[in-house]
């Protein structure tokens, strides 16, 4: 007896087939047995295949033992089961999962430019805020759920769970893209679907395998602002430009005595509000367990995970708690296979995830902005005491006039966050082989349970401001003045507010019945039917609405026939039952059909030496169906066919009457209307594909595609207000096409048994119109219309230049946008494409790309020499507009939307060395004149703050070094690898303001760029 390396294979066991009797074999693997030439030796050993031989007239026997092969090299995961690979006609992208171990703890941000047809993209960085947007095939429609259908393990999971994955527990990512492989899910389908499998255990000995790293993270881009001596000259001059006479708020004094190094820093403060609360980087952990294993009964897999993330936020020595982000997630996971029987199977799949937040009261995207909407001169962060102050014992933070300004150092100091978020998961699958009854008839179900729950609290104090109100140069003292005196304005003790509870409860019955059979070598026959039910349920729900079930029912089919490996057909079917429509609209059916031909299979090819050594593989396919979306409207859209009526809680519609007056009866208010006639969203999607091998060594997928989908959900786009109603009528007409292409190359090559290269491009075109949109008749204005357009498309006025002066502006269309103040030269001057002297929404056209990109790519190489090894991975993304927010980045402005508080946006250093002045009279500059008020004219959507939103970055690159197995063994280890490795390593774009891939969030928590050193031991 060997095994696949040639040595011998002690313990392995041989016995006579149709008796108990057999046999052991020694030390070198060697055996005796005494036998009958008609005996049938059957041989097996833990983690192999079965051997079977007829002895015959043989005395000795050479025996070699094969490990059992990785179900998933042979087969892809479908809806509700698995496909031999070849007779999968489908658009199914799988995913190695190799190239989702990125150094990061959230998954999703592994996905962009890996997955052909995924269109991803992230827009912060902050810890536990991080997961990024994915789409299939791009959006076609304005549902709340635009994004794919997550399955884990066969059960509906949310993005959130999706991100909280980790790499090392799955065992197959697809992505399903057509009608094809939708179907079945009917009433989720239509926007994709995202399918993952976790790993189970497998026959042999106990694997043990440990990995860590730890990396250090840091901003991608630090956006630049002006230094303060800058922000003063140009807010004076943002007041003298508009009005020669204003009141500037700096004097020349505060300019000058704050640009002397020498100066009191309490009494002429120049702060740098990002350096001063920020880190340059943070040290982050990730530690995974995995122990796998089992016989012939039974195997299991069993996995913990812990990750920590730390923000970037600086901790201050005066608290006795950390301000700064911290998360921590935990992960445990049981998968447990048992063989009842040689025909039953049951798995028991358990899984947990926990998450302990501390960080800044209102997150860390929320102490960003108020970082770069400080005033940077006009109070320090903190003041030493005076002689009056000396004894008290609290922080005398910095503040003007009643201490309503906006100190971000007292926001992140004065409090902080903890919440607390779990899921477990129990699931419970039963399998039984039917083989006795007919072969090739299984049934099987499912039941999985789902329990989530999040607590938050806040601990905080009231700060107590403080402001210079006395200055004496000569002996460098200053007097403070104590400014939130109002009772309890400021408070020295921690208080404590407590979020409401969140509980939510899903539970989900599926049960199954499959056949699958090949008759004379050649027919292969297969057939299922699914049973699906789903209920979600939430405590502390707002209403009697919201506090109902959400149930989703459906019954799904599938049926395959394939001829000789050559010729394949599939129909699928999904019947969907949805609670959001009434009784006559409440099912739906979703049917879909596909054929596949291998014309690599054909005789004519094989007799061909030379034209299967060029392609031995050469597939078509082509699927055309229907699916269904009933995840229309807004999210706390339950019951169209039931009006929402409010009656005596209106104050608005409310009369007093009574002798005093002081008798008052409420009216009634109509949230929502019936309407019984509201129903699916419906795709048709066509996919046209083609699979090709070229020398055993390059595999092709490309996919063209089409969708045409209706019954979009639309508001009624004109009710005149003679008719009465309190509420927009809504009905299914609109309609949206889209189309394009996603395909992959792949390349694998050995050059010896020490070296090896593969490599890996993906290329994603997606583009999406409406063809019908509920709108007015723009015939006259034919460029205000929607029909045509991309479905995210923006719109907005085109920018010729800046004004030249205020000759121009009077001489030219007006455009006052209801400003209070006229404009002036220097401001930004819109075309005036309707002709009738006036700038007005008549004037807005589509401009630029979509804003969600229409290209993703992606491109990567491996490759390895002996125990070396090198890769990196380049994602692109191309076609996609956005714009710079200048409503929330205007200088010296108030933009928090906060009445009660007062910002002072910082100035980027772009704006201060690019913008319109009167010595300066750039018409194209960045930006337009500046001033101390909102400009309306100079923030509205328009090309002049459009931007280019492609880029290619480095997305990850990894060096490792496996020791070799000689080394290893001696220590009783089967392989040991360390490693380091990087996200988000380079970028290049146009754009140089900030992240491009943050697009118009630019000043958000900023994309973080990771250095990574990593460990993984197998025992």
């Known amino acids: 007896m060997y095994d696949e390396t040639g040595d011998g294979v002690p313990g392995s066991t041989i016995t006579i087939k149709g008796s108990s009797r057999g046999v052991v074999t020694d030390l070198d693997g060697s055996f005796k047995i005494d036998v009958s030439p008609t005996d049938v030796l059957e041989v097996s050993f833990l983690g192999y295949d079965t051997y079977t031989v007829t002895v015959g007239d043989k005395a000795s026997f050479v025996i070699p033992l094969k490990p059992k092969s990785n179900e998933l090299d042979e087969v892809t995961i479908v809806a509700f089961g698995k496909q031999k690979k070849e007779s999968v006609i489908s658009a199914i992208t799988t995913i190695n999962t190799k190239d989702l171990k990125v150094p990061s703890s959230n998954l999703s941000t592994a996905l962009a430019g890996r997955v052909a047809g995924m269109v991803s993209y992230q827009t912060s960085g902050e810890p536990g805020q991080d997961d990024a947007s994915f789409f299939v095939r791009g959006v076609t429609s304005l549902t709340y759920a635009s994004g794919p259908l997550i399955l884990i393990d066969g059960v509906e999971m949310s993005s959130a769970d999706l991100s909280r994955m980790q790499p090392d527990d799955i065992a197959s990512f697809s992505i399903m893209k057509d009608a094809t492989a939708t179907a079945l899910y009917g009433a989720r389908g239509a926007n994709g679907v995202i399918l993952i499998t976790t790993k189970e255990g497998k026959e042999g000995a106990t694997t ?157 995207d929320a102490l960003y902005n108020k970082i770069v909407r400080a005033d940077p001169v006009s109070f320090a962060p903190k003041y030493a005491p005076d002689e009056l102050n000396s004894y008290v014992q609290h922080i005398l933070f910095g503040n003007a006039d009643v201490g309503n300004h906006i100190n971000p150092y007292a926001d992140m100091v004065k409090g902080y966050k903890e919440y607390n978020r779990s899921k ?118 707002v209403s009697l609405i919201s506090s109902l079930p959400h149930r989703n029912i459906g019954f799904s089919g599938r049926a395959t026939y394939a001829f000789d490996s050559r010729y394949f057909t599939e129909f699928n079917f999904g019947y969907n039952g949805s609670e959001r429509f009434a009784k006559e609209e409440r099912f739906g059916f979703f049917p879909s059909a596909g054929l596949g031909w291998i014309i690599s299979n054909e005789g004519f090819w094989s007799n061909s030496l030379e034209l299967e050594r060029i392609i031995p593989k050469l597939k078509f396919k082509a699927t055309y169906g229907l699916v269904g979306n009933d995840a229309i409207g807004n999210v706390t859209d339950r019951f169209f066919y039931l009006s929402d009526v409010r009656i005596g809680s209106l104050s608005g519609r409310s009369y007093n009457f009574g002798y005093n007056f002081d008798q008052t009866k409420y009216g009634t208010t109509i949230d929502k209307y019936p309407n019984d006639k509201i129903t699916w969203e419906t795709a048709k999607k066509m996919n046209l594909g083609i699979e090709m091998n070229l020398f055993g060594k390059l595999e092709f997928m490309a996919d063209y595609y089409t969708e045409n989908r209706s019954g979009i959900l639309l508001d009624r786009a004109y009710v005149p207000a003679s008719m009465g109603f309190m509420f927009t009528p809504q009905a299914n007409l609109g309609k949206a096409d889209g189309s394009g292409i996603d395909f992959s190359v792949d390349y694998e090559h050995s050059f010896n048994k020490d070296f090896w290269l593969t490599g890996r491009v993906n290329f994603t075109y997606a583009t999406t119109k409406f063809t019908e949109y509920e709108e ?20 907005g006025y085109v920018a010729e230049r800046l004004f030249v002066d205020d000759y121009e502006v009077l001489n030219s269309p007006s455009q006052n946008f209801n400003d209070t103040r006229p404009l002036m030269g220097g401001d930004i001057k819109y075309k005036d494409l309707d002709g009738d002297g006036q700038i007005t929404e008549l004037d807005m056209v589509p401009i630029g790309f979509p804003s969600e990109p229409q290209i993703i790519y992606g491109f990567g190489l491996s490759s390895g020499y002996k125990g070396l090894d090198f890769s990196f991975f380049f994602q692109g993304l191309g076609q996609r507009s956005f714009w710079i927010d200048a409503a929330t980045t205007a200088p010296f402005l108030d933009t928090d939307d906060n009445s009660a508080t007062i910002s002072k946006n910082a100035l980027l250093q772009a704006y201060a060395d690019n913008h319109w002045s009167e010595d300066n009279r750039n018409l194209f500059a960045l930006w337009p004149r500046l001033s101390d008020q909102r400009v309306e004219n100079n923030v509205q959507t328009s090309t002049w703050f459009m931007r280019d939103g492609s880029f290619l970055r480095l997305k990850s690159a990894e060096l490792g070094y496996t020791i070799p197995e000689r080394i290893t063994n001696k220590i009783k280890m089967k392989a040991f690898r360390v490693y380091v490795s990087g996200t988000n390593l380079l970028t290049f774009s146009h754009f140089k303001l900030w992240d491009p891939e943050m697009a118009g969030n630019g000043l958000g928590y900023p994309l973080q760029r990771v250095y990574n050193l990593g460990l993984q031991f197998t025992f």
């Not at 009854?437 to 989530?452: D, E, F, H, K, Q």
């Not at 700060?463 to 003292?477: F, G, R």
């Not at 007015?776 to 719109?795: A, C």
């Open 208 to 364: 043990i395998t440990f990995r860590t790293e730890t990396s250090i993270s840091e901003p991608t881009f630090k956006v630049k602002f002006a230094d303060p001596i800058t922000y003063m000259r140009l807010n004076n001059e943002a007041v003298l430009t508009r009005d020669p006479r204003g009141y500037v708020p700096y004097s020349q004094e505060k300019i000058d005595n704050t640009m002397d190094p020498n100066r009191n820093q309490y009494m002429y403060p120049a702060n740098d509000w990002y350096d001063m609360l920020m880190e340059d980087h943070t040290v982050n952990y990730r530690t995974n367990l995995n122990v796998s294993g089992g016989g012939k009964v039974a195997r299991y897999y069993v996995a913990a995970t812990y990750n920590q993330d730390n923000g970037n936020l600086k901790m201050d020595k005066q608290n006795n708690f950390n301000n700064n982000i911290d998360l921590k997630k935990y992960q445990l996971r049981s998968n447990v296979n048992i063989n009842l029987t040689k025909t039953t199977e049951a798995i028991v799949r358990l899984s947990g995830t926990f998450d302990d937040y501390q960080g800044p009261l209102d997150g860390g």
């Open 424 to 541: 477990m998961m129990a699931q419970f699958e039963l399998k039984q082989n039917l083989d006795f009854v007919t072969p090739g008839l299984a049934i099987r179900a499912l039941y999985s349970t789902n329990r989530y729950s999040l607590h938050e609290i806040k601990r905080e104090y009231k700060p107590y401001y403080y402001d210079i109100v006395a200055y004496d140069k000569s002996t460098d003292k200053y007097i403070l003045r104590h400014l939130n005196t109002a009772a309890g304005a400021s408070e020295e003790f921690l208080g404590y507010t407590e979020e409401p509870r969140v509980i939510q409860t899903t539970n989900y019955t599926e049960a199954a019945v499959n056949y699958d059979r090949t008759f004379a070598d050649k027919h292969a026959v297969s057939g299922l039917l699914v049973f699906t039910m789903r209920n979600y349920s939430e405590a502390n729900a």
């Open 776 to 795: 007015i008749d723009y015939s006259d204005t034919p460029w205000k219309s929607m029909i045509g357009q991309p479905v995210s498309q923006k719109f």
